[in-house]
């Protein structure tokens, strides 16, 4: 990531997604090309479930900086900031590049009181308040998954979600890897952007 381009991570906000929800849907799905407009240093309420499908280049979730390349899934917790930087030559445009699933963790875990399974969830939910990376077979699942949302439609789709979270719960601790920001660095740049950061 050229240094300049870092640099604005310290200068500016993270803007706010206002994610409007879908008609008949619990959570949203969607797919966009490289670049794209909300492609952007961002923030939301809700958690996200991303899929790279193709491309490389540098993920930034809080503070944390690392590397993504085609098959890179994450789940990133409420208002932590995130944007993946792709790598591109002068004029490339990447068709497709991005799967987006977000979805509101607090209206699902509070069904719990009607569905107590889904208190298995909060561990996971916990974690993803720092950004969580997944690898190997985990991430093989949890892409298959999330293709097979996007043209499924009514029960079927709540299913493939619940086995994608599933999944996402159950992946082995070598298969996954917590981000975790320094707290210190993590409040201040919260301070300047405005936005609450996990440090628990």
């Known amino acids: 990531m050229p240094d300049s ?94 799967v987006v699933l977000q979805f509101d963790g607090a209206a699902l875990l509070a069904l719990r009181e009607t569905l107590p399974e889904l208190g298995d969830l909060q561990r996971l939910f916990e974690q993803a308040r720092r950004g969580l990376e997944f690898t190997g077979e985990t991430a093989m699942q949890a892409a298959q998954l999330l293709e097979q949302i996007g043209p499924a439609q009514g029960l079927e789709r709540l299913i493939l979600f619940l086995q994608l979270v599933n999944t996402l719960m159950r992946g082995s601790s070598a298969g996954q890897r917590l981000v975790r920001p320094d707290p210190g660095c993590a409040q201040f740049r919260a301070d300047q952007q405005g936005v609450r950061l996990s440090t628990d």
């Not at 997604?17 to 008609?23: F, G, N, S, T, Y």
């Open 5 to 98: 381009r870092a640099a604005l991570f310290e200068q500016r906000p993270a803007e706010l997604e206002v994610i409007l929800p879908q008609p008949d849907h619990c959570f949203r799905w969607y797919e966009h090309d490289y670049p794209y407009s909300l492609a952007r240093w961002n923030h939301h309420p809700e958690f996200e479930i991303h899929l790279i499908r193709q491309g490389s280049g540098k993920l930034v979730a809080g503070d944390y900086i690392g590397e993504f390349g085609a098959g890179h899934v994450a789940l990133i917790g409420p208002d932590l900031p995130h944007d993946w930087i792709g790598d591109l030559a002068p004029g490339e445009h990447l068709a497709g590049r991005d």
